[in-house]
């Protein structure tokens, strides 16, 4: 197995931050890059251990999903892409190893998340490739009876999280005609890392007043917070209500900090408080009994982590976790995060993890806990 190459994927626009970031911790090289996907290559001489990269994958904030690569296969239409993956690597060396394997198939992303409707997806040729491959396997199970659990596993469904223990096999779409072919495992740490491509499936809910729903509903899953019913909630930068809404839908008791008009459906939710104002205008009185806070406001990340220090150090509260996102208006910024996570460390948070989710757009999330 060729293991000197990593791939990795990312947002759209974050290339050159996430080559930034592996340039400061890493001595990978750059190799290979198109929007969304890049490659880099490493001086190891010995295998580097899967294990080892996911849980690496964990300390970095552009890296969507990473693995070792195993190859590429150029081919000009699907069904000869699908012969191809099929002899190369799943009737192949792969399945003599036993090793308990989850097949994803995925698209880099095609925009920036909310542009143009996109979303972050498996993609409609990833999914018909998953198609044809299936056809394959189940084909070859015909004339196998004697294995036909292994060669259906991880490929009956499209999209199928894997199990902590799987290794993973991506075929990534990288453009028309071409597929990178890859091996990874899941981070313990990272329950997204298990969907394909780090991409938790979400589809905003019809009644969903906002598309920042999508990203604080993957915040909340990624961050694993313990916010359920009754649990008393700051949502600043609440405003129309998308994240009061992934709150309010776990039972949750939601104060909404904003100077902007919250929509009806979650105004009139009799879990939700509206305070309409701006951090530093309302007395902090208002939130002794908030215990987690979610802050979404768009304003460079110095002014956030004010407002949130006035907050979190103020001897009235007890505040246990903190979720929000930093805007980066420049990419520049991406380079003052380790400072940032400095700072709220010094606020006694012991837990501080920073990511850019799938569903972010030019801006991070941060989870903090004590
Ligand atoms: C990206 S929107 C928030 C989206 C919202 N979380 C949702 O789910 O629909 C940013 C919001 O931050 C609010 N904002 C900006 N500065 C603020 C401050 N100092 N205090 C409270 N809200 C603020 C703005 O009024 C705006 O509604």
């Not at 490659?39 to 970095?60: G, S, V």
């Not at 779409?173 to 991409?199: F, K, V």
């Not at 208006?329 to 400072?339: D, G, I, R």
């Amino acid at each position: 197995m060729d293991s000197s190459f990593i791939y990795m994927s990312c947002q759209i626009g974050a290339e050159s931050a996430l080559k930034r970031e592996i340039a400061r911790i890493s001595g990978f090289r750059p190799a290979f890059s198109r929007p969304g996907f890049l490659t880099f290559k490493t001086d190891r001489t010995n295998e580097i251990d899967p294990q080892e990269l996911a849980d690496f994958h964990n300390n970095l904030v552009f890296a969507r999903s990473i693995g070792l690569s195993l190859g590429k296969i150029e081919a000009p239409d699907l069904e000869t892409v699908a012969e191809k993956v099929f002899a190369g690597y799943i009737d192949g060396p792969l399945f003599k190893e036993k090793r308990h394997l989850r097949f994803h198939v995925w698209q880099r992303d095609a925009y920036q998340p909310g542009e143009h409707g996109f979303e972050p997806g498996m993609g409609e040729s990833a999914r018909k490739l998953h198609g044809r491959l299936v056809a394959h396997i189940l084909e070859r199970a015909a004339s196998h009876i004697d294995q036909p659990n292994r060669w259906a596993c991880g490929i009956d469904l499209p999209e199928l999280p894997a199990q902590l223990s799987d290794t993973i096999v991506d075929c990534i779409g990288i453009d028309r005609d071409t597929w990178w072919i890859g091996t990874r495992m899941p981070c313990r740490l990272d329950a997204m890392s298990q969907w394909p491509g780090g991409i938790t499936p979400l589809l905003l809910p019809f009644d969903a007043v906002s598309r920042a729903w999508l990203k604080f509903e993957e915040g909340l899953r990624w961050s694993a917070f313990p916010i359920g019913i009754g649990t008393r909630c700051l949502d600043i930068g609440s405003a129309p209500g998308g994240s009061s809404q992934a709150l309010l839908a776990r039972g949750a008791e939601v104060i909404g900090l904003d100077p902007g008009e919250m929509a009806p459906a979650v105004l009139n939710h009799p879990n939700f408080t509206h305070l309409r104002g701006r951090t530093g205008k309302v007395k902090v009185r208002a939130f002794r009994k908030v215990r987690w806070i979610l802050a979404d406001m768009n304003v460079a990340p110095q002014y956030t982590l004010r407002a949130l220090e006035d907050l979190v150090l103020h001897p009235e509260m007890k505040i246990r976790g903190l979720l929000f996102t930093l805007k980066l208006f420049h990419w520049n910024l991406a380079e003052a995060l380790p400072e940032y996570l400095k700072t709220i460390r010094h606020w006694g948070f012991h837990s501080i993890r920073a990511k850019q989710l799938a569903f972010n757009k030019q801006e991070v999330m941060v989870a903090a806990a004590k």
